[in-house]
Each structure stands twice: as structure tokens, then as C-alpha cells.
Nanobody, 125 residues
Framework: VQLQASGGGLVQAGGSLRLSCTTSGFTFEYYNMVWFRQAPGKEREGVSC????????HYVDSVKGRFTISRDNAKKTLYLQMDSLKPEDTAVYYCAADLSGIPADQRCYSGMDYWGKGTLVTVSS
């Protein structure tokens, strides 16, 4: 099983980045997919999740209206479009997979089955 996040980098406040999470070794379309992030000195937090078909999504309040999660089951890839970035979005971003089948709502940030390596996003003021 492999999950690899990419697309991070340094961007000015107000800018945009698009993260990707490429996967292999498991049946991608069966899993809810989730983005987490961990800022320096802080605990990891859930950011957004998406259901297996891509029609249900959830966002934490701090990113709602600025971030958009999506997935391409044919490519086994998860995405996170991040717009209007703020310095407080600076963190290492991780993707994760969850087979539990729970709805893509506020409950989707626990009990991950697989984790990927992260990608660093730095937003300068």
C-alpha cells in the first residue's frame, strides 16, 4: 500500500496550490479519502474528506469556502485545491484512506486504515 502526497510548496498569502495524493496497493474506490494537516508545534487535524463516489464531502470550518476536495477513481488519485491561502494554513499535509464506510461528514476524521507521506505547504504573509 502506498499513498504519496505532492504539490506542496511556498506560496504567498492569497495564493493557490493544488495537492495530489497518488495511491496504489488497495482498492481506492472502496475508501473514503481524507486530508489531514499538522502545523509546527500543533496536533494533527482533519481538513476535509470525500466519500467513495466523490459526491459527498466535508470541510472543517477553517477551510470551508477556500479548499475543494475531489477524487478521480480511475486514476486512484485524491486532490485538494487550496485557494485564498492564509499563513495559518502552513503545515505538512497528509492523505489517508478509510474503509469504514461512514458518511463523509464530521465523523470522517478518525480510524484511518492507511496513511501517506506528507507534503509541506508554506504560506508567507
Amino acid at each position: 500500500v502506498q499513498l504519496q502526497a505532492s504539490g506542496g510548496g511556498l506560496v504567498q498569502a492569497g495564493g493557490s496550490l493544488r495537492l495530489s495524493c497518488t495511491t496504489s496497493g488497495f482498492t481506492f474506490e472502496y475508501y473514503n479519502m481524507v486530508w489531514f494537516r499538522q502545523a509546527p508545534g500543533k496536533e494533527r487535524e482533519g481538513v476535509s474528506c470525500i466519500g467513495t463516489r466523490g459526491t459527498s464531502t466535508h470541510y472543517v470550518d477553517s477551510v470551508k469556502g477556500r479548499f475543494t476536495i475531489s477524487r478521480d477513481n480511475a486514476k486512484k488519485t485524491l486532490y485538494l485545491q487550496m485557494d485564498s491561502l492564509k499563513p495559518e494554513d502552513t503545515a505538512v499535509y497528509y492523505c489517508a484512506a478509510d474503509l469504514s464506510g461512514i458518511p463523509a461528514d464530521q465523523r470522517c476524521y478518525s480510524g484511518m486504515d492507511y496513511w501517506g507521506k506528507g507534503t509541506l505547504v508554506t504560506v508567507s504573509s
